[in-house]
């Protein structure tokens, strides 16, 4: 009987060395490995969840990659799934070549935190998830992610929005320039306007005469606006900076020049950027000396008959 119990003991024990063995063939392999760990790292200038981004502009964001029971060996960072363009992210400042995937070496295999810019998406409104997902030599991965949306662009409010009259030039009276700043009537020889009137035509007849053109002066410079060339452009939508600016920058050059402004010779002076006759609702977009930029909008042109008093009525905005 004792020989008969040492004989199942002794089964017992071989049968719990083969599904020992059976379990673990390689005999070093735990039988449920640790994958590796990546994690966002919370850091003042990166992000570490979602967000909003300006359109076009980059963010940074910091993970720390961790290993578990083997050695890191590679790092993929997707958009939407896809894999992201080399051309569209830096890691750790541009040290590192950009690759999808890279692969980690030395002593960055058992752990590491990178630094990765990415560049958003060029579209007000589009959100985009980003991943950064790392593998180990076992071929087990974690990853991190977050969701970015690209927001308009920050605006500054314009500082003045007023009306102004500027008047026919004339000898006798200090007319015939406007200062944007403020909209007063000065001499047209003012160091204060940005603009002036252009005068009469000596060879036409009193009645007609005025040229109703302006142009520009000290040094300022004007392009006639072509609000297709700027989303949403209206005089009234020009509530910011930004969007003056990008008039300017869109306008029409204005590059004529006019010699003879009046009937007096010894007035005449060169005066840049010229416009031809002017009509209600033109816009313009003067850049002055000092880098101000300044719209424009022609309310009223008013004729007169032999007083000088001809003049434009306009809304300015800067």
Request: contains cysteine.
């Amino acid at each position: 009987m004792q020989k008969f119990l040492l004989s199942l003991a002794g089964l017992a024990l071989a049968f719990t060395v083969i599904l020992s063995t059976g379990c673990n063939p390689d005999g070093d392999d735990p039988t449920d490995p640790t994958g590796p760990d990546a994690r966002f790292v919370t850091e003042s200038g990166f992000l570490d969840a979602n967000a909003d981004v300006e359109v076009g502009q980059t963010f940074k964001t910091k993970v720390s990659l961790l290993t578990g029971d083997s050695k890191l060996q590679s790092v993929t960072i997707y958009e939407d799934d896809v894999k992201l363009g080399t051309n569209f992210f830096t890691i750790n400042g541009g040290t590192l070549t950009a690759n999808n995937p890279f692969l980690i070496t030395g002593a960055d295999k058992d752990g590491v935190t990178y630094e990765f810019e990415i560049s958003t998406v060029n579209t007000v409104g589009a959100v985009r998830t980003y991943e950064v997902e790392v593998t180990d030599e076992k071929g087990l991965k974690d990853a991190v992610s977050l969701t970015i949306t690209s927001k308009a662009p920050a605006t500054t409010p314009i500082e003045m929005s007023l009306t102004g009259i500027l008047f026919n030039a004339s000898d006798i009276l200090p007319t015939g320039g406007l200062d944007l700043d403020n909209g007063n009537n000065v001499s047209a020889t003012s160091s204060l306007a940005e603009i002036r009137d252009m005068g009469i035509n000596c060879a036409m007849p009193n009645a007609t005469n005025w040229r109703k053109q302006i142009g520009t002066v000290n040094g300022a410079e004007m392009k006639r606006v072509v609000p297709a060339n700027v989303e949403n452009f209206s005089f009234a939508n020009a509530t910011n900076k930004e969007i003056i600016l990008a008039a300017f920058e869109t306008g029409d050059p204005i590059d004529s020049n006019l010699s003879t402004l009046n009937c007096d010779p010894n007035t005449n002076v060169v005066v840049t950027d010229v416009t031809i006759p002017l009509v209600v609702g033109d816009m313009f977009v003067i850049k002055g000396a000092t880098g101000r930029i300044y719209l424009i909008r022609v309310d009223e042109v008013n004729n007169t008959t032999n007083d000088n008093n001809d003049n434009y009525m306009m809304s300015l905005k800067y």
